[in-house]
Every structure is written in C-alpha cells, then in structure tokens.
C-alpha cells in the first residue's frame, strides 16, 4: 500500500489531500479564497499569499484526520512547483519541505497542469484509474487550453492549445462584459439556463494548426453586441459593466450563445483529434470541465468514452497533485529540500 499525501497552493485555494495505491481518495480538503477575492473581481496574489499561511496548517491537519493517517504513515508528499503565483505556491512548498524534513519522508515535485490531467486516475463517478494509452486529454482552465496526446504515464505529447485566451480566463470576461460577476464560468452556466443558444450567433474561430483555440474573436463579438445593445435601448453608456442593465433575457440568451459557441470549438477540435489519434479515450479537466453544457456536448459527439471528474476534482484541488506524484514516486522519482517552485513552469 502506498499513501500519498498531496499540497496544492498554486493560486487562490489551500488544499490537501491523502491517496492511496494513486487511485483511493482518503481525505481531499480545500479552502477556498472565492468569497475574500470576489470583491476584487479576480485573485489578489498578496491577499492569496497571505491567506494560504493562515489555511495550510489546519488544512493539512484535516487532510491526515479524515484520511486517519498519522505523518509516518505517508510514503511521500507530492507538492506542486507551478505553474502558479509565486507567493502562493511558496508557501505550499515550504509546508511540503518542513514535513519532508522533520519526519524524513520523501519529496515529489507536481506540475499543476499535470495534477489536472491525473484527476482523471482517481477513482470516482465518471472516472476509472485503468486506462489504455494513448489518450486523449483536454485541459481547459482559467490558464490554460490545451489538447494533448498521452502515449503513457508522463509522457505528454501538444497537439495544441489556445493562441490566446484560456477558455476560462474567456468566460470570467464575458462574465464581467455581462455583469455577472467572479467566477465566471459557473455564473455564464447557470445565467445561460433560461437562455436560447440559437439568439446569437458568435463566430466559432479557425486556426492555422487544426487542433489550436481561439476565443479573443468570440469574447470581443459578445461585447460588440452589448455595447450595440446598450446603444440601442439604453442610451451609450461606456461602463462595461452596464451589461447588469441589459434585460434578464437578453442577458440569457447573449450568454447561452457564447457559451455554446465556445463549447462548439472546444468540441469540434478534440472530437477530431481523438478521431485522427486513435485514441480509446477522452480525458477532460480542468475548472472549465465542470461545465455541464461542454460535458454533455462532448458526451454527445465524441466517438469514443469520455471521461470527466465530478466537480470538486474539476477545480483545483490536492488529490489530483497526489495522484501525479504518485507515477512520478512509482517511476523513482524524488525531490532534494533544495527544490524550489517555477511560477512558469511548463509541462512539454
Ligand atoms: O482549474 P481551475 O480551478 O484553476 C486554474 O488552474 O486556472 O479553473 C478555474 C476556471 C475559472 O476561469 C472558472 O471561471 C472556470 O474554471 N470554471 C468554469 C466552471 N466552473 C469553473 N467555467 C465554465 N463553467 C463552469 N461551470
Ligand atoms: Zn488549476
């Protein structure tokens, strides 16, 4: 039996969680910043950094707790290095290095995007650890979009990603364009329910390399259209964030069509490239795959299984950097105390 404690700190949650054999979850606790930067529209770094010295202790004490293991129990800490804020994700790895060093238990660094692609090996509903490679893996978060073809454990290979925004980072603004407030992603779903998808019709961009995202087009269309609208009905007024004044359906519907446009594309490339690539699987993660109307398109038309995490394994969290650093601790992998974290650090 191997048990794996993981420490995630890389940007605006403080979380723990202890895995067993890479493929149980004991214990997986995350304090959440949401409600301390909401004020701010957006992560804070100094107000992240500073929140996480106050949440790492007790966070870990809770991990070990739920999980009813004791510090010598551990096998080794998986910490992640980046990509992240370098305040935050310092103070994870100093938590990470103090344990190591006081009780002599191994070390293993994470890459944060690689801790997204192995939410997908935990068990849980709509997940299974035993997977033929290659796969295909989708990252889509507030950084990051990426498309990537998985020939084994480690072993990444880009076929391509966004050439501008994230997918996430495309929903937060248009959330704010729309006056829908942080964090994006969940506000633009549950804002698109009532929504008709069919109101608008957002450009679905095309990129030189076949499997590349774009969706600056797609963010600047919806603020054409508000500010078109606002001219319209309201008299110009400037203040993006007049989109709050924008009737409740009109909201609805500008949302619901953005939404679905940026699903489309997301869509539309990996279905192809899991078509070209021969692959026995899709693996979505990332915060944007806690999206219902992206799950359920993806679902829709991908010609081979899709595997999505549930929700609290979307967002960021440690049971996914402990499920990395377990390959990483099988294959023999260990960090000395002089590890140090790599703000940009990058996974190919
Ligand atoms: O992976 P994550 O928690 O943090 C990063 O590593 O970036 O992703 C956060 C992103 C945010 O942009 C947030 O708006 C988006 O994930 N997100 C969603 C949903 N829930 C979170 N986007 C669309 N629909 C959602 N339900
Ligand atoms: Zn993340």
Not at 176 to 185: D, K
Request: aromatic share 6%.
């Amino acid at each position: 039996m191997t048990l794996i404690l993981g420490i995630e700190s890389s940007c605006d949650e403080t979380a723990a969680a202890v895995l067993q054999d890479g493929r149980h979850l004991l214990s997986n606790v995350v304090a959440s910043q949401i409600d301390l930067h909401r004020q701010y529209g957006g992560v804070f770094p100094e107000m992240a950094s500073r929140q996480h010295v106050l949440a790492i202790y007790p966070v870990l004490q809770q991990a070990l707790a739920e999980a009813d293991v004791d510090w010598d129990d551990l096998d080794a800490i998986a910490i992640t290095r980046g990509p992240g804020l370098a305040g935050s994700l310092l103070v994870g790895m100093n938590a990470a290095k103090g344990a190591a060093w006081a009780r002599g238990i191994p070390l293993v660094g994470v890459n944060h995007l690689e801790g997204h692609i192995y939410s997908n090996w935990i068990e849980a509903e709509g997940n299974h650890p035993d997977k033929t490679f290659p796969v295909l893996v989708l990252i889509v978060s507030g950084g990051h979009s990426e498309l990537i073809l998985m020939h084994g454990h480690g072993q990444y290979q880009r076929l391509g990603g966004t050439i501008d925004d994230a997918a996430g980072e495309a929903f937060d603004k248009v959330a704010r364009v729309l006056g829908l407030g942080y964090p994006g992603g969940p506000a633009i779903q549950k804002a698109a329910e009532p929504g008709d998808v069919r109101a608008w019709r957002f450009p679905r961009a095309r990129t030189k390399n076949l499997y590349d995202f774009s969706f600056s087009g797609l963010k600047t269309a919806v603020l054409r259209a508000v500010q078109r609208l606002e001219g319209q009905n309201l008299q110009v007024s400037r203040k993006l964030k007049a989109g709050a004044q924008l009737p409740a359906q009109t909201v609805a519907d500008l949302a619901a069509s953005f939404q679905q446009a940026l699903v489309d594309a997301l869509t539309e490339k990996t279905v192809l490239a899991a078509q070209q690539m021969g692959v026995s699987e899709i693996c979505v993660c990332g915060g944007v795959s806690a999206n219902a109307a992206l799950r359920q398109t993806l679902r829709q038309r991908s010609p081979v299984p899709v595997s999505v995490p549930p929700l609290y394994l979307c967002t960021d969290n440690a049971a996914m950097i402990a499920a990395a650093g377990h390959y990483r601790f099988a294959a023999g992998e260990r960090a000395g105390l002089d590890m140090d974290v790599i703000p940009n650090l990058r996974l190919f």
